[in-house]
């Protein structure tokens, strides 16, 4: 990997600070040790492409409320399990007697749903463009087997105008974004067109592979270099410039846009999905509604900083030493495609190397 690295920073000019939208990316940029290799110059932020850690406290705090509501049984995907709401979590709900199930597939809880129709089963619907066709599919199943029992909780949120938030926010810089092979195998490319054009910031779509992220990062290099912006597509296997079409009729059959809170990010308008009129008897929201106390974010955790890109995880006081994956204070920690946990479990947490003239300007 030497070679590719060198070349990029031929082509680095100047001073850029670049971010991995996906959470994925954070943890293969980590692995591969791509971060350690680029020029000084060169700085990469994460963004707020885990789906885990951008769904808000309150959020979490509904479905811990929802596990304890008599005859539903909860389901989720495990990372949700560990991560901390206001004064419970769901895998403490679980180990005080709530009928809480980690699940691989939605289809999974629409088959508890068909096998003990006596028990409302309410799915979790947290994710982004990859996970809502999902889901909705289980919805048009749950509505063609004629189940009564079956809901979902929609928490799910959509990449593009989380970019457009984070190009008008004023206490980060982004230069290019390193945007989601996945959510683009949905989408396609031109949400990314459109905001390559308003804010005149690179867009390059990249696989998982390291060929695949260090040719993204050549590609914004190079937009940067040449002052162009753009948006390409570095992951042509997978990724067609028309996106993923049943994917697209499938949620939006079932969804359609609503405003939505992100951690750290805030209210985003048409950034989140929820269920069609249509559908409202599998709104869990509808068929089971929740009154939560005022939710608070952890004392102390900053993983609303980390997601916008304004705080790496090395700046975080709690970073490795009140907060660890054993022991996590925030969903950066607990989520396998957290930032943090990346960046505790492969890099150095006693050094913390910020360049100045790239930090918050």
Same mark, same amino acid.
């Given at each position: 990997m030497s070679e590719p690295a060198t070349d990029l920073s031929l082509r680095c000019s100047r001073p850029a600070n670049l971010m991995e939208v996906c959470g994925t990316h954070s943890h293969a940029l980590a692995r591969y040790g791509i971060k350690q290799l680029l020029p000084s110059g060169v700085r990469m932020l994460s963004g707020p492409g885990c789906p885990?850690?951008?769904t808000p406290t309150r959020d979490i705090d509904l479905l811990v409320? #929802?596990? +304890?509501?008599e005859g539903v049984t909860l389901c989720t995907f495990g990372d949700m399990m560990r991560v901390p709401g206001t004064r419970s979590s769901l895998s403490l709900e679980r180990a005080i007697g709530a009928d809480v199930r980690v699940v691989y597939s939605p289809m999974e809880a629409v088959e508890y749903a068909s096998a003990d129709q006596a028990r409302?089963?309410?799915?979790?619907?947290?994710?982004?463009?990859?996970t809502a066709p999902m889901v909705a599919v289980s919805v048009l199943a749950a509505a063609e087997a004629g189940l009564t029992n079956y809901s979902v909780l929609s928490a799910h949120k959509t990449v593009p105008p989380a970019l457009s938030a984070l190009m008008e926010a004023d206490d980060v810089r982004i230069d290019g974004f390193l945007c989601p092979g996945h959510v683009s195998a949905v989408i396609g490319m031109q949400p990314y067109e459109a905001i390559a054009a308003r804010y005149r910031v690179p867009c390059v779509v990249a696989g998982f592979?390291?060929?695949? #992220?260090? +040719?993204?990062?050549?590609?914004?290099?190079?937009?940067?270099?040449a002052g162009k912006a753009c948006a390409e597509n570095a992951y042509e296997r997978s990724v067609r410039p028309e996106g993923n079409l049943h994917a697209q009729t499938v949620m939006a059959e079932v969804f359609e846009p609503c405003d939505s809170e992100w951690r750290g990010l805030g209210r985003i308008p048409d950034s989140g999905l929820r269920l069609r009129s249509k559908y409202a008897c599998f709104d869990a929201s509808v068929r089971c509604p929740m009154v939560v106390e005022a939710s608070?974010?952890?004392?102390?955790?900053?993983?609303g900083e980390v997601l916008r890109g304004a705080l790496l995880p090395e700046e975080c006081?709690?970073?490795?030493s009140d907060c660890t994956p054993a022991a996590?204070?925030?969903?950066?920690?607990?989520?396998?495609?957290?930032?943090?946990?990346?960046a505790y479990r492969y890099g150095d947490p006693t050094e913390v190397q910020v360049p100045a003239e790239a930090h918050n300007v």
């Open positions: 885990v850690c951008v409320a #929802l596990a +304890r509501h409302q089963v309410v799915f979790a619907g947290v994710g982004f463009e990859t592979e390291a060929t695949d #992220l260090l +040719r993204g990062l050549q590609m914004l290099l190079d937009q940067i270099d608070q974010d952890p004392p102390g955790c900053r993983c006081p709690l970073f490795a996590p204070v925030g969903p950066c920690m607990v989520s396998t495609e957290g930032a943090c946990a990346a």
